[in-house]
């Protein structure tokens, strides 16, 4: 049974440019959040999709958008990258009606 | 959500018990305990969760006090693969689509030492 799996791994990117993360839930989760997780802190809630929708976001701007797609695989795209959105990009899933969420390894976004 | 308190730092020896302490004193009646870890540059791993009973799954016990102001996550034969950053998170009942996230505080730091 897979895991979660989110690509690339790494990424490198310029500021001003655009950047698109990957994710894949585990098998029979339907539920995706996104968390941005800076050198030495905890992860930050982005945002959280169900069915086809954004259901709830924290406090990022509108430069962070999603999608999810009906085989429940979502995408996690930044806009005018800055310095300051170098960081690990989580996705987690879980399945409806259960409180635990599991982890992917992670896309190592690097703005420079 | 509630606040959690975690102390930022623990020892522990191979092979023995750790035992990681969270305050939430100010937890409400439907709100759960939950514990990640985050090995170096991993994602997080769920660990276990509970409500107020107490909890043991493969890798972890979970003891909750009876007022549920604080609990303690056990592992009970630690490994050096137990080097890990250890989130203590509480969380409502799930009620409904959307509307759920994880806050992650500053976590513990713990290493077991040869």
């Known amino acids: 049974d897979a895991g979660v799996t989110q690509s690339p791994t790494h990424l490198i990117k310029t500021r001003g440019q655009q950047v698109t993360l990957r994710c894949s839930p585990k098998s029979g989760h339907d539920t995706v959040s996104w968390y941005q997780q800076a050198l030495g802190q905890g992860p930050q809630f982005i945002f959280q999709y169900y069915e086809e929708e954004e259901r709830q976001r924290g406090n990022f701007p509108d430069r962070f958008s999603g999608h999810q797609f009906p085989n429940y695989s979502s995408e996690l795209n930044v806009n005018a990258l800055l310095l300051g959105d170098s960081a690990l990009y989580l996705c987690?899933?879980?399945?409806?009606?259960?409180?635990?969420?599991?982890f992917g390894p992670g896309t190592r976004l690097t703005v420079t | 959500d509630a606040k959690t308190t975690q102390p930022p730092s623990m020892d522990c020896a191979e092979g023995r018990a750790a035992n990681l302490p969270c305050n939430h004193s100010?937890?409400?009646?439907?709100?759960?305990v939950y514990w990640y870890r985050q090995i170096h540059s991993q994602g997080p791993q769920y660990i276990i969760h509970g409500l107020k009973n107490n909890e043991t799954n493969e890798m972890a016990s979970l003891i909750i006090t009876e007022d549920r102001k604080s609990s303690t996550l056990i592992l009970p034969h630690a490994t050096l693969r137990d080097t890990a950053v250890y989130y203590c998170?509480?969380?409502?009942?799930?009620?409904?689509?959307?509307?759920?996230?994880?806050?992650f505080g500053k976590g513990t730091k713990l290493s077991v030492i040869p």
């Open positions: 987690a899933s879980r399945q409806t009606g259960r409180g635990e969420q599991y």
């Open positions: 100010t937890i409400s009646g439907n709100e759960y």
């Open positions: 998170i509480v969380r409502g009942v799930y009620s409904g689509a959307g509307s759920y996230q994880l806050t």
